[in-house]
C-alpha cells in the first residue's frame, strides 16, 4: 500500500472510531431505539389489589397474583407504587391513594366504584335465602346509579387522577358479571346491576375523553373475558365462598392483565 493511501486509511480509522460507527456498520449504543418504560401506579380496591389472588402482601389484600403484580412482569411495565386496597371507595382513592401520583407516572390503571354500591353484600344478599335483603339492597345500589351520585363520584376521581398525574394514560376497568345467567330472578337482577355499574363507568370515562380530551383516559370491559367462567359454569374464575367470595381467582386476574395489556 503506498505512504498516502496508508495514511488516508489510518485517518478514515481514527474519525470512524470516534464517531462510535465500527467496521460492520454497528450504531454507538446512543442510538439504539428503546422502548419507552411505563412508570406504573395501581389505584383501586379490592379488584385492583387482587384479593381472591391468594398470598396476601399486607392489610389491603395486595396479592402476587393481582392484575398490578401481572403487568409490572411485562416487559416496559415498571410498578412504581401498588395503594390500591380492599374496601376502597372512589373517597378512598382520592383522599389517600392518588397522593402517590405525580408528573413522572405515565400509566396509571384505577378499578373502583363497586364498594361505593356495597356489590360483594348484595351478591351475598342475593345468594341468601333472603329475597327481600336481595332486592332491598339492589334497590339501594340502584338508586345510586340512577340519581347520577355514582356518577359524579367517578367523574370527580378521574379528574383528580388526571391533574396529579398529567402525563399518564389512565385505564380505568370495570367488573366481570360474578353469576352465569340463570332462571333464577335475584342472580339476574344482580348480573343487571353489575351491567349498569359497568355502563357507568364506561360513560363516564367517554365524557371524559370528550369533555377533556387532553386526558388520555380508557375504559376496558372485562366481561367478555370472564363469560362462560363465572359462578355457576363449570370452571369458574370467581370465588363463591370465603372470605374471598365474589372475587377473582389466579385466573381470573390474568384476564384482568391480558384485557388491559391490549390497549396498552
Known amino acids: 500500500m503506498k505512504p498516502t493511501i496508508r495514511f488516508l486509511s489510518s485517518v478514515i480509522a481514527v474519525l470512524l472510531a470516534a464517531s462510535g460507527v465500527g467496521a460492520a456498520g454497528a450504531l454507538p449504543a446512543s442510538a439504539v431505539t428503546r422502548s419507552p418504560v411505563n412508570t406504573y401506579v395501581a389505584l383501586?380496591?379490592?379488584?385492583?389489589?387482587?384479593?381472591?389472588g391468594g398470598g396476601y402482601a399486607n392489610a389491603c389484600l395486595q396479592?402476587?397474583?393481582?392484575?398490578?403484580?401481572?403487568?409490572?412482569?411485562?416487559?416496559?411495565?415498571?410498578?412504581?407504587?401498588?395503594?390500591?386496597?380492599s374496601g376502597a371507595t372512589t373517597l378512598d382513592v382520592t383522599a389517600t391513594q392518588q397522593s402517590v401520583l405525580n408528573r413522572g407516572t405515565t400509566m396509571v390503571t384505577l378499578t373502583v366504584g363497586g364498594n361505593d354500591l356495597n356489590v360483594a353484600g348484595i351478591a351475598a344478599a342475593c345468594v341468601s335465602p333472603d329475597a327481600v335483603a336481595c332486592g332491598n339492597a339492589i334497590s339501594t345500589a340502584g338508586?345510586?346509579?340512577n340519581s347520577g351520585v355514582l356518577a359524579g363520584r367517578l367523574a370527580a376521581t378521574y379528574a383528580q387522577v388526571a391533574v396529579a398525574a398529567p402525563n399518564a394514560r389512565v385505564v380505568v376497568t370495570g367488573y366481570p358479571l360474578l353469576f352465569a345467567p340463570?332462571?333464577?330472578?335475584?342472580?339476574?337482577?344482580?348480573?343487571?346491576?353489575?351491567?349498569?355499574?359497568?355502563?357507568?363507568?364506561?360513560?363516564?370515562?367517554?365524557?371524559?375523553?370528550?369533555?377533556?380530551?387532553?386526558?388520555r383516559i380508557v375504559y376496558v370491559d372485562v366481561s367478555a373475558a370472564f363469560a362462560g367462567h363465572a359462578i355457576g359454569d363449570l370452571v369458574s374464575w370467581v370465588n363463591f365462598a370465603g372470605p374471598d367470595a365474589f372475587h377473582p381467582t389466579p385466573a381470573g386476574y390474568q384476564a384482568y392483565a391480558a384485557a388491559i395489556q391490549a390497549v396498552l
Open 63 to 85: 396479592s402476587p397474583n393481582g392484575y398490578p403484580a401481572l403487568l409490572d412482569a411485562v416487559k416496559g411495565t415498571n410498578l412504581l407504587r401498588n395503594v390500591s386496597c
Open 44 to 52: 383501586g380496591d379490592s379488584y385492583a389489589a387482587g384479593q381472591g
Open 182 to 215: 340463570s332462571a333464577d330472578p335475584r342472580i339476574t337482577q344482580l348480573n343487571v346491576a353489575t351491567t349498569l355499574l359497568n355502563q357507568t363507568i364506561h360513560g363516564v370515562v367517554a365524557q371524559t375523553q370528550t369533555t377533556s380530551p387532553n386526558v
Open 143 to 145: 338508586a345510586l346509579l
